[in-house]
């Protein structure tokens, strides 16, 4: 799944924050593939309003 920051970590919450970076989402405008499975998912949940997703 490729996931893109479209909005900024700025008034996140600290585990949001620490969540976007586990994945390798910094800045707005970051991209990653990451693997389809059930802890990717999780992370996801975690930050959905912060971010896009494409399958």
Known sequence: M???LV???IG???DQIATAHAL???KIGDVTVQPD???TQGKVKKIV??????A
Do not use: M
């Open 12 to 14: 996140s919450k600290k």
């Open 2 to 4: 490729k996931i893109t």
């Open 49 to 54: 309003h912060l971010i896009s997703v494409e």
């Open 7 to 9: 909005k900024s970590l």
């Open 24 to 26: 390798g989402l910094r």
């Open 37 to 39: 499975n059930a802890q």
